[in-house]
């Protein structure tokens, strides 16, 4: 993420004139660098949306569906820092509760608004459209107390203190944060009230320089460590410090599947993706026999750890978490991973860099123009369009598996939602990024089962001008499931109807390039025009791949260990 602005000042915004609740709470996200809000209009935010048409600053950028501006508002995020969302009552805000939840389970920090019923209705527990019908009032913001690091009901009296602790939590926790306004209130003028100023989080002295003995102690041992980076450095923003610890360091540096982009591939001493069992054997070798892993921002999750076969020795890694680290199974509390970064590097360990060249796996592309689609192929062709400062967007699947060992330029963004998972967030992520970065390559990479629940997004993206190039994986269906499920076969569950995704531009009343390609040599000519054309439009190229269950190498690891699985639980 982009480094954000700095907190809320309500110092600042008490000297200005008498505002309205929908005034502020602009104001105290204009000052956070949001200049877009994204949602979707309903009767019960009027109040708020026709505040923000008049507003300086901030436009409102409306999705098709909130499901997908909540996604929309998460891309923004991943790209500006943080993110607003704005839906109405009940019918709209249950419909954000999958983004919001995302977010909340991959540390992306979104500022949800919702706009609610009168509130003299409300105290009247009248029974009002898009609720229970039992004049309960707070049954969703109940609901969204388990998806959000902070819930509070805005009114004049408490806006100034509400609005910026909200934020301030927000951008703390890089969490979603949830807010309700009643449609009558967002006009009224707000209570002069001042936050009291939260002390800044700094690490425990006794705490930290305990920690940076043992760490100490862990390195004077050392012989063969190992940097493994992941998805909290980006989210945490330390990439910077990560980068220095390595060059200080000097030895080798992985990254896992989540924090995919947390570390500049193109670096001398990068080594590659750790897929656990189903990755590169020699980045597995020397992740596994390191004497000293110093892992920063892990998420020990089944889809980052491979199923659980990363084999990640406790009693020889110090893992860095952004307010506490672990060495060797010994936990220090209130300490700051920056703190902890800068202790590691003043130990002093220089390494002797990488003893060999590295190989990746799609360095090499043998295959010929005329051989039908496939992964050994069309990966490969990705990774060579690929150029310093894109954003790609990734749909979980087997592009999520394939992708993941692509290399990577230098200040790539690369946005995939590998913990959540939720089927068909790329689209309108990619929606969100391409408005939080005009002036970038956008590039998403979906299949044509995941674009199908949120292609809509697609008709934002032209009536907005954005000009992603979108490749659409078209392999009849949803092979990432056809791989998970090893106990049956052909399901039809798994099959989806037959769209023409190279209409679906016209059919949305927009002008894009679009190919379809079936052979290596196609889809290089396909990629060769699109990287003129998406300076003008929107681009989509759909590849089309005959064998169903063709899938990247790592795929068919999980595939032969969940069918190995399989078997040894049915013999039990």
Known sequence: MDKMKNTVNPDTLSGMAQKTVGQFL??????????????????????????????????????????????????????????????????????????????????VPIIHIVGSPKEKDQKE???????????????????????????????????????????????????????????????????????PTPQQKTSNLISLQTAAEHVRQLLDCAKRPVILVDVKTIRFGLQAAVKQLVDAMNIPVVSMMFGKGAFDETHSNYIGMYLGSFGCSEVQSTVENADCIIAIGLVPADTNTANFTAKLNSMVTIDIQSDLVKIAGAVYPNVLATDLLQAVQNVGYKGQGLLKQVSFPYNQNNVSNDEPLKAAGYYPLFQRMLKKDDILIVEIGTLFNGMAEVRLPSNVTYIGQGGWGSIGYATPSTFGASIAAPERRVLLFTGDGSLQLTAQEISSMLYYGCKPIIFVLNNDGYTIEKYLNVKTKNQKYNKIPRWSYTKLAEAF??????????????????????????????????????????APENMKKIYKYLEKQAIHNSQK
Request: with cysteine; proline share 3%; charged share 20%.
């Open 26 to 107: 602009f104001d105290c996200l204009k000052l956070e660098g949001i200049t877009k809000i994204f949602g979707v209009a309903g009767d019960y935010n009027f109040s708020l949306l026709d505040t923000l048409e008049r507003y300086n600053g901030i436009q409102f950028i409306e999705g098709r569906n909130e499901l997908n501006a909540g996604y929309a508002s998460d891309g923004y995020a991943r790209i500006k820092g943080i993110s607003a969302l704005i839906t109405t009552f009940g019918v709209g805000e249950l419909n954000a509760c999958n983004p919001i939840a995302g977010a909340y389970s991959e540390h």
């Open 509 to 550: 009343g927009g002008n894009a390039f679009t190919a379809i390609v079936s052979t290596n040599g196609e889809l290089e000519q396909a990629i060769n025009q699109a990287e003129i054309e998406c300076s003008e439009r929107l681009c989509i190229i759909e590849m089309i791949v005959k064998d169903p269950l063709d």
């Open 125 to 195: 527990h009248k029974l009002m459209h898009h609720t229970l019908m039992d004049g309960d009032f707070n049954v969703f913001r109940n609901m969204y107390k388990q998806i959000t690091a902070y819930n509070a009901v805005i009114t004049p009296e408490n806006a100034m203190i509400e609005i910026p602790a909200a934020i301030r939590i927000a951008k703390e926790k890089k969490q979603p944060v949830y807010l309700v306004v009643a449609d009558d209130l967002v006009d009224q003028p707000i209570m002069n009230r001042i936050e």
